[in-house]
């Protein structure tokens, strides 16, 4: 519903009013919790890991910062090549603070399990496309083809729709017939839904692009409940919740990720066809003065 929402929030009253909108979904999900969600302690609290956490930032921080400014400032400026250094350096740091430490906020022994792992990386290039998608939708609906914020959410819904209905279907699929079929229709349906976008135009006709969201939705519905329990399964029990915790961490760096990386697509190719047109432009005025 976020791109209705948004969408309507835009057109009516601003487009700040979708950051305002966040604070009162805030505010219920603690009371709600407070309220129904029941208490749960490990048998010994963790201490804090501000090493672990600090290189954490300043991975995540400098990968995208590049990802994202690299197109515009170029791939060999200083700034540039600094903050994938100051990554690298951040994941050396991570990686060996961490695994010397008796509370780490990541223990890279985790990913000895090969069902954390792949829970992981589905969780991040699942959702790096969703938010891609979502991301190069709205530019392509508004700019590409002219549609209001409202109108661009609305042609949305059929992804949402999918994305709503099918999770509990996929969690049954999962208690019954374990992670590896619903995760094969998800991945299916994600690459067959941005393969059928591979073709937009500014004439696209609305069925294709309505079919293109709906096979995307599906896929996207399908793989939220198998990663949490492919990653929760690969772990002991009593590491569960970091496992969950991660798993859902690794949702959101595949979004930040997703963003990034198709924003410095665009961006490169918007750069590209300027350039293309440019000399172009350069090459006729050449020929009329000639």
Known sequence: LGPLLGGLLVDTVGWRSVFWLNVPVAVAVVVLTARFVPESRAPRARRFDPAGQLSMVVLLAGVTFGIIEGPGLGWGSPLIVGSFAAAAAALVVLL???SRRADPLLDPRFFASIPFSAATLIAVAAFAAFAGFLFLNALYLQDVRGYSPLHAGLLTLPMAAMTAVLPPISGRMVARHGARLPLVIGGLGIATGGGLLLALDVDTP?????????????GFGMVNAPITNTAVSGMPLAQAGVAAGVASTSRQVGSALGVAVLGSLVTAQLGTSMTAGSKRMRTIRRNVRA
């Not at 609305?206 to 599906?218: E, K, M, P, R």
Request: proline content about 0%; aromatic content about 12%.
């Open 206 to 218: 609305l069925v294709l692009i309505v079919v293109a969201y709906v096979v995307f939705g599906i």
């Open 96 to 98: 060996v603070v961490e």
